[in-house]
């Protein structure tokens, strides 16, 4: 019970407000007035006017009001978007005219906290917003991907271009070390923030658990959000901001607001988009009788021994140049690639005002992706209502309702390994037809795929005010997920036998969140905002598989029955999943005069996965603002619109303990003496000791506003350090175990970021701004078990590309052979001055044209003791910038992105090279000519030689784990460019709209890179350029709003 | 007003908060983790039946109980014209203590997987299974009575200790820890100190557990106050041998246990016409066993039992590949335990090829309950003996014979030789009875997996007379006798060091 004691102070100190409300009568005067704008001296109706913490009434239609008050009290008049004022009532005063000011300070005045609408000056934390306008005009299956580069500190890399999947997102750098997988499928474990649409949180890595491997249908839960529905997005950075959204806000936490009806008459307003995906450039290759040449070129001046002339003349599609079959110039990677014509459409209807509104949005995104039979739709249908039926009660309702429908072709989720195979195939080989067509052309195109996702939310949300200031309001929300996945290969795409393969899953999450919240100012300085809640989830789900191969044709895809010759497996998947959360929290917030604003809040998690010892996180976080502008010495600064300083600390404690963990596993292990047996699973030894992973972050900004907003400057700077992070370790085996869950591993991170707004010209005719963002991090490791004397590598034996962890370097390192360039002649490679014998490798000296690689032991042989830690897989800066004109009707807007200093390995170039290492296997011939490569001797060049295909197994030169294929990944993307006409007016009305756009959009237009590989973006979290990744598209697009006109 | 919030706030937080701890509680369906296991006595003995598999699995991977029991003094040659006879060879290689070669790899007999002879990890994953069962037991499993808990922690116990003691023989001096879930390296203790320790520890549990099974299919196959018994005595006479010191001791120890255990009368020698009941498992005679029943689906590898060595044609089959024997013992050997006198154990437990000196030899001891039809490539069905009435009651004699109580001992070796209807002994004591019950041993266990420990720790092994493959006194105390250890116990743990002698090239 001790870990409640924080939440019944928080409860103790919001009771105790009640009682030292203060009350003063005198005597009364009447007094009426008008409130009136001050720029164009316009009257305001609905002005709310208070009495100290009384609302007394609001202005009329005309701006005008009446109220009954003692004499010599202060009464403060508020509207939204204006700055409060203050008037004092005098004796003898009868009729007083008001004056609001515009706010113009902080553009987007209030954000949203721990659920709470709140007003942006008075919290401390780091958040920014971003408004629908930000994120319009780009047709995409998925929203984050317009996040990219709009807000300082959230690093989005648009890493694939398969239609409906998701790319990384990281807030404020590295926060794990987990690296799953092998190879060049290596993925660092995802850490997305923690997304809630309209106050429900929802789990954005869902699809993604298995890595590239994703089991069913893969579709991203944000993938089903459509982005004309969206309001706006608020992005949280720091600890004090995030603290109230628990353990799972610790990766940051980004909120989504979809739109709410706001018309006096019911609006139609349709958004159609028509976009065509086009083809990324892809690799060229020799065709035809050239690439028949360009083979036997290859052997006949590389053959080393007589057995290999001889080969040439055994090898049919090198010899028999007349055989139609090997008589062809097909270009395969056309097969698999293809432009596409693409289409959205949104209608959305929405009216009423703030005593009762609704909206309806229908939706429809189809996107075909550029490898053939992958794509991805998506039908939508959003509801919502909000009813006030008076002062104290508030009741909001919506329902969310989607389907998104996947094919990914015969590739497993991310990777389309079968198309990057087969792009590969040689020129000569006939194209594929019916009769005619290798396995993997046959599945990739013929694999009939089909996944879809189906979400069905609702959510309600209620509440009331018992008192002015006293609220307690309630929300429930259930989410309901079922995914399905369908595929039938058909026989002649594996290996003659049919197969079929379905998969059902279901998740739900019903959740529950009950706050109070108190608010009153005291005399006319003093204002306390207390805000308690506790949420509650239940999370389940449950997913199988049947498999079935050996299907009798293909026709039949079913009945079929379960055996052992027929069955392929299935049952239940690992992801089953059921869980409870229960977590309180609390915050309470001062602030004198606006000016100086402290924040301070405390929160509890209980899950049911961390087993039952310690099954609770702690989130305290404390925050100090100071809006330094309404200090009296710099009253007389004009220019100073406003400005704030912010310092924030915050922690996140989060029990790392599964169940599995502290308990250990028990399996089943079959019988002896005809009973069955039960044992521990020795694969980990339970440590009840974990200790909590530990996220502590500092955050100091500083924001200023000058001129009236032309000028907006936010500058954050952070110490993020992560504490206890799960590392296995080893054990020996005389423990009888293999791995033993520990956490002495810890990472920080820590950056600047900087976001920048000039808003030059905003004339009413013609505006113009411009903006910038970007941050730098670092992240270091800082500890490591002890017993690894600060360093540890990860080997891997697939490709060889090991990851390592140095003490005191950047967390995540390659381990490669450093490559020197390449021998130009016989005789540069270095003898040993004792054996007498050259530098060599597996027994075999090197000649010119192999790669010189750092002998780094000196002991002139290469092996595994020649590797070096070398290159940061994560990137230093991420930014973007954009600028945005408006003249008349006219609209422009050029936005692009950029990424600098980080290390990416190329293994596209690497397997590109490496198709010449056999000129007898059935592969296409790359034209190599781009390349600086080893020709003859005495070349100094780049590349090694490619062509001495009898030495290569033994030599490698193009072996993946050198540095040679380390390159820079800097980027600059120019994403968007939007060019828009808004037509007139008057003349759309005749036509019966009352407003009518069209644009022409682009996204991912064009990337400036020094990168030698298609895509410096397109590449893993771990910076690794893998050929069967899927290629981000040009996408050009012509769009238009219309609304209709419904005045009428 | 005021006070009606304070009553909801109140209300509110005292009904979240409590009910919480219940909320949180979820018990996973889909997988057995700690919170959720040890929850009824079921559950107890599912894992007491799982260690029993685990150890038996170390067993089961070779040909365990030849390998390191039986062929490494060189009683025993391969008959080269058997089926795959060049895999056979490797018991001269045993036999010449050429464990260099036998596990070098590339070798035709690779199949018997000898390496994994090697790797104690297995004993070690049994040990900390017991020592997680017995500390679970402590804090208490719900619907065990405290008889039961006593037997269930005696049981486990026993299985930990026949670890320790399977381990120094194999290995020597080995790391040693009882505490549960232990995950610390730790460096390798003197052996004759982890025995030490484990018969404290065996003698701790051992009145907890009953001296039999009134059901017969737990007979011998759970863990009873005798297997306890046989482990003290054999640890006792092993650390006889090791610590010289102390020897008095040890044998005065085990006379007095072998002497606890006769009175008992829990177990009796079943008539040596009933030996296929002994060889099938869960007989009064049995201590300890690993039961295996093709009744119950048990699948044996293939070459794990002896009997498959010394075995063909009719209780082998297919005819054409087992018409002999894969090796056979010396005759010179037969013949110095069978001279002379009268045994039945000659005719009953061999073929008339007892002295072949080739491959018609045949040990028909394990050829009882064979059940192979047709061409059927199957082992008879019997079970692995680990402890054995007759083979304790003369471990007892032995210790008797040692502290001089010729008398004694000469009553415990005739209970032994009269069942199996053999001469009685009437020769005199000192060194002729401690040879002669050597031999009575060397007899009545073979292919039981004794003999060569037997050697070792009676240090006859550096005596011609007793060994084909004698060991120099240097050899003998630079470990020629031990296994070498696999080198995967030196990652992870600094203080690990490997059997010199065979680091150094098994020379």
């Avoid at chain 1, 209980?606 to 603002?625: D, H, I, M, Q, V």
Wanted: proline share 4%.
């Amino acid at each position: 019970m001790k870990k409640h004691i924080l939440f019944y102070i928080v409860l103790a100190v919001c009771i105790s407000f009640f009682c030292t409300e203060a009350n003063a009568q005198a005597q009364n005067i009447t007094i009426s007035g008008t409130v009136v704008e001050k720029a164009n001296n316009k009257i305001l109706p609905g002005v709310n006017i208070y009495l100290g913490n009384k609302g007394l009434t609001t202005t009329d239609y005309k701006g005008k009001f009446t109220v009954t008050v003692p004499v010599n009290s202060t009464l403060l008049f508020t509207f939204i978007g204006f700055i409060s004022e203050k008037v004092k009532i005098e004796a003898g005063q009868k009729n007083i005219t008001v004056t609001l000011t515009e706010d113009k300070k902080g553009l987007n005045e209030v954000i949203i906290v721990a659920y709470q609408n709140r007003n942006k000056e008075s919290t401390p934390g780091a958040a920014v917003t971003i408004t629908a306008k930000d994120i319009q005009d780009v047709p995409t299956s998925n929203v984050e991907n317009l996040l990219q580069g709009k807000v300082a500190g959230l690093n989005v890399q648009n890493n694939t271009g398969a239609p409906g999947f998701r790319g990384s997102v990281q807030v404020r750098g590295l926060s794990t070390l987990s690296v799953s997988g092998s190879g060049s499928e290596s993925f660092l474990q995802p850490t997305s923030p923690l997304y809630i649409i309209d106050g429900v949180p929802l789990d954005a890595d869902k699809a993604a658990e298995f890595g590239f491997q994703t089991q069913g249908p893969g579709v991203s839960p944000l993938s089903l959000i459509p982005v004309e529905d969206i309001q706006s997005i608020q992005v949280m950075k720091d600890a004090q901001a995030t603290s109230m959204y628990g353990s799972r806000g610790a990766y940051g936490v980004i909120i989504i607001t979809t739109k709410r009806g706001n018309s006096k008459v019911p609006r139609v307003r349709y958004t159609g988009n028509f976009f065509v995906n086009a083809t990324p450039q892809l690799r060229s290759t020799i065709g035809g009788n050239a690439e028949r040449q360009a083979k036997i070129q290859q052997i006949l001046s590389n053959a080393t021994v007589i057995d290999e002339l001889r080969r040439l003349g055994q090898t049919g599609f090198l010899a028999d140049s007349l055989n139609a079959y090997w008589n062809n110039s097909t270009n395969w990677q056309s097969i698999f690639y293809g432009t596409t014509h693409n289409q959205s459409h949104n209608v959305s209807l929405d009216g009423g005002n703030d005593r009762f509104n609704y909206k309806a949005n229908m939706g429809y995104y189809s996107e075909k992706g550029v490898i053939k039979n992958t794509g991805f739709d998506r039908y939508n249908l959003n509801m919502n209502m909000e009813f006030r039926p008076n002062d104290k009660f508030r009741f909001f309702g919506s329902l969310f309702g989607s389907l998104g429908s996947q094919a990914k072709g015969n590739g497993v989720g991310l990777l389309q390994q079968g198309v990057a195979q087969n792009g590969q195939a040689s020129t000569l080989l006939p194209p594929p037809s019916f009769y005619l067509s290798p396995d993997g052309v046959t599945s990739a195109l013929q694999t009939q795929n089909s996944n879809s996702t189906r979400n069905i939310r609702t959510n309600v949300d209620g509440r009331y005010e018992f008192i002015k200031g006293l609220a307690l309001s309630s929300s429930i929300s259930y989410d309901y997920t079922s995914d399905a996945e369908s595929t039938f290969t058909p026989a002649a795409a594996n290996a003659q036998f049919a197969q079929v393969y379905d998969y059902a899953g279901r998740n739900y999450t019903l959740y529950n969140r009950n706050a109070i919240t108190y608010a009153q100012t005291f005399g006319a300085d003093h204002t306390i905002f207390v805000n308690t809640f506790n949420e509650i989830y239940k999370q389940g789900g449950q997913s199988g598989i049947i498999r079935q191969t050996r299907i009798p044709n293909d026709q039949l895809q079913g009945p079929v029955g379960s055996d052992s010759y027929n069955s392929r497996g299935g049952g239940v998947l690992s992801n089953y999943r059921n869980a409870t959360i229960a977590s309180f929290a609390g915050s309470f917030n001062y602030d004198f005069k606006k000016k100086y604003v402290l924040e301070l809040s405390y929160r509890l998690d209980g899950t049911s996965s961390n087993g039952l010892e310690n099954p609770y996180s702690k989130n305290p976080a404390a925050g100090f603002r100071w809006n330094y502008y309404k200090e009296n010495w710099f009253k007389n600064w004009d220019w100073l619109t406003s400005g704030g300083l912010r310092l924030t600390w915050g922690q996140n404690i989060v029990p790392t303990g599964t169940l599995q963990s502290i308990y250990g596993l028990y399996n089943l292990n079959g019988n002896f003496n005809n009973n069955p047996t039960i044992g521990i699973n020795y694969e980990f030894i339970p440590n009840p000791a974990l200790k909590p992973t530990t996220t502590t972050q500092y955050n100091l900004g500083f924001d200023m506003t000058l001129f009236q907003g032309k000028v907006d400057f936010t500058f954050d700077t952070y110490y993020k350090k992560v504490d206890n992070l799960l590392f296995d370790r080893f054990l020996s085996n005389s423990t009888g175990f293999q791995k033993k869950s520990s956490n002495d591993v810890s990472i920080a991170d820590f950056g600047y970021e900087l976001m920048v707004t000039f808003r030059p010209l905003t004339a009413k005719d013609f505006n113009w701004t411009v903006s910038f963002n970007g941050a730098i991090n670092r992240d270091y490791l800082l500890r490591l078990p002890a017993e690894y004397n600060g360093q540890y590598i990860k080997f891997d034996y697939n490709n060889r590309q090991h990851i390592v962890f140095r003490v005191g370097k950047n967390t995540l390192s390659n381990y490669l052979l450093t490559n020197q360039g390449v021998y130009a002649t016989d005789a540069n490679v270095p003898v040993d001055p004792v054996t007498g014998k050259k530098y060599q490798t597996g027994g075999l000296a090197f000649k010119g044209g192999d790669p010189r690689f750092k002998d780094v032991n000196g002991d002139y042989i290469l092996d595994d003791r020649d590797y070096e830690i070398t290159g940061n897989s994560q990137p230093l800066i991420t930014g973007g910038m954009s600028t945005n004109i408006n003249y008349k009707n006219f609209g422009l807007n050029i936005y692009a992105t950029y990424t600098a200093k980080r290390t990416i390995l190329n293994n596209a170039l690497s397997d590109r090279l490496s198709i010449m290492r056999d000129p007898y296997a059935l592969l296409a011939a790359v034209p190599l000519n781009d390349l600086d490569i080893w020709r003859k001797p005495g070349d100094q060049s780049k590349y090694p030689n490619p062509y001495s295909f009898s030495r290569f197994n033994q030599i490698q030169p193009l072996r993946s784990d050198q540095s040679l294929w380390q390159e820079e990944g800097s980027y600059l993307k120019i994403n968007t460019v939007t060019l828009s006409y808004m037509f007139d007016r008057k003349v759309v009305r005749q036509f019966g709209f009352n407003n009518v756009r069209v644009y022409f959009s682009t996204n991912n237009l064009i990337t400036f890179s020094g990168y030698q590989g298609p895509n410096p973006e397109n590449v893993t979290s771990l910076g690794r350029d893998i050929s069967s990744g899927y290629p981000v598209p040009r996408t050009y697009n012509l769009g238009l709003n219309i609304e209709l006109n419904t005045s009428k | 007003m005021k006070k009606s919030v304070i009553y909801i706030l109140a209300a509110a937080a005292s009904l979240c908060l409590p009910s919480c701890k219940k909320f949180l509680n979820v018990q996973p369906i889909d997988k057995l983790t700690g919170n959720n296991f040890y929850q009824s006595k079921d559950d107890v003995v599912a894992n007491i039946y799982d260690m029993s598999r685990a150890f038996f699995g170390k067993i089961n991977e070779t040909h365990f109980i030849g390998a390191t029991g039986e062929y490494r003094s060189g009683e025993v040659l391969y008959e080269p014209q058997s089926d795959n006879g060049p895999a056979r060879a490797y018991v001269e290689v045993l036999g010449r203590n050429d464990l260099i070669r036998l596990l070098g790899g590339n070798q035709p007999w690779d199949f018997y997987n000898f390496y994994r002879i090697t790797d104690w990890t297995g004993y070690y994953q049994v040990i900390q299974s017991a020592n997680i069962l017995i500390s679970k037991l402590e804090t208490g499993v719900p619907g065990v009575t405290e008889a039961e808990k006593k037997q269930f922690e005696g049981e486990a116990a026993f299985i930990r200790n026949l670890a320790y003691f399977y381990m120094v023989r194999l290995y020597g001096d080995v790391p040693y820890y009882t505490d549960a879930f232990h995950s610390t390296a730790l460096p390798r203790e003197n052996m004759v100190s982890v025995f030490n320790k484990c018969i404290a520890d065996l003698k701790k549990y051992k009145d907890g557990l009953p001296w039999t099974y009134s059901d017969p299919a737990l007979k011998g196959v759970r863990a009873s106050r005798g297997s306890v018994i046989a482990l003290i005595m054999n640890m006792n006479m092993w650390n006889a041998g090791f610590d010289k010191a102390n020897a008095n001791k040890y044998y005065q120890e085990t006379a007095d246990y072998g002497q606890e255990l006769i009175k008992s009368n829990a177990y009796r020698l079943l008539p040596i016409t009933e030996w296929a009941t002994v060889i099938k498992g869960r007989s009064d005679e049995s201590l300890f066993e690993f039961f295996r029943s093709i009744n119950y689906g048990d699948q044996n590898l293939n070459v794990a039992p002896i009997g498959d060595m010394f075995l063909h044609y009719p209780y082998k089959r297919p005819e054409y590949t087992h018409r002999i024997s894969f090796a056979y013992f010396r005759a010179e050997y037969m013949q110095k335990l069978y001279s002379g006198t009268s045994d039945k154990r000659a005719t009953i437990w061999f073929n008339s090829d007892i002295y072949a000196d080739n491959g018609k030899f045949m040990m028909l001891k394990f050829a009882q309950n064979s059940f192979a039809t047709g061409e059927e490539d199957a082992n008879p069905d019997n079970t692995f003996m680990i402890f054995r009435y007759a083979g304790e009651i003369l471990l007892c004699a032995e210790a008797l014979a040692e502290l001089g109580q010729d008398d004694q001992a000469i009553a415990l070796l005739n209970k032994v030789r009269a069942r199996a209807e053999a001469s009685l002994y009437t020769g005199g004591g000192g060194q002729d009875l401690k040879d002669f019950i050597f031999l009575e041993r060397s007899r009545e266990l073979m292919g039981e997996g004794h003999h060569y420990f037997d050697l070792v720790r009676t240090r006859r092994i550096m005596n011609g007379e007793w060994s084909y493959n004698v060991l120099t006194l240097d050899k003998f105390n630079r470990g020629a006798w031990t296994w070498p250890i696999s080198s995967n116990a030196l990652a992870n743990n600094p203080f690990m060091s490997l059997n010199m002698y065979w680091v150094n090239g098994g020379n």
